[in-house]
């Protein structure tokens, strides 16, 4: 018969440096972007990306892995338009570009932030944005993995999906 075993987490903490990084490196890329959001979840569990637009960066250093933004398209839309000062009623390149950029402002503050943890990373890669859903992430043994979930306050945005962001961080210590 096979047991169960518990073992207690030491890795990425919801309380730690990395999550706090997340929060103040988001904070600050939505004032930029003329917008607002407030953490309504995190999880240290792989979780389904539930937005449409994904920004992917790699990085590396003391840990190597990834970081995703994954956004709602509405809040892609309306935190891209934010950040060049147009006015998007719909997804376009621009808006595709402009998600990239956003994932990149957080994942440089992420790394700014982390710069002397054990949680550094030095290298990050330019970022690939996926648009769509129903794809899913996998993710190999030995990531640690914290989850920031966020919620736009856009005032015109009924549907509660549409007003989410969550950015995941992957990290394998070396």
Not at 133 to 142: E, F, H, K, L, N
Not at 144 to 152: D, G, P, R, T
Request: aromatic share 6%; glycine share 10%.
């Amino acid at each position: 018969m096979a047991t169960a075993v518990l073992e207690q987490s030491v890795g990425l903490a919801t309380e730690g440096p990395v999550f706090k990084a997340i929060c103040d490196a988001v904070g600050k890329c939505l004032v930029m972007c003329n917008c607002r959001a407030r953490c309504v979840g995190v999880t240290t569990v792989p979780s389904f990306e539930p937005g449409s637009v994904t920004g992917v960066i790699g990085v590396h250093g003391k840990v190597s892995g990834f970081v995703n933004v994954n956004m709602a398209e509405r809040f892609a839309i309306k935190a891209v338009g934010g950040l060049l000062g147009e006015e998007y009623q719909k997804l376009t390149s621009e808006v595709v570009d402009g998600a990239g950029e956003i994932t990149n402002i957080i994942v440089g503050g992420v790394k700014s932030a982390l710069a002397n943890s054990p949680w550094s990373f030095p290298h990050i890669t330019v970022p690939s944005v996926i648009v769509g859903s129903g794809y899913r992430m996998t993710y190999a043994r030995g990531l640690e993995f914290l989850s920031v979930v966020f919620e736009h306050d856009d005032p015109e945005a009924i549907m509660f999906e549409d007003r989410m962001m969550q950015v995941s961080v992957s990290l394998l210590r070396l």
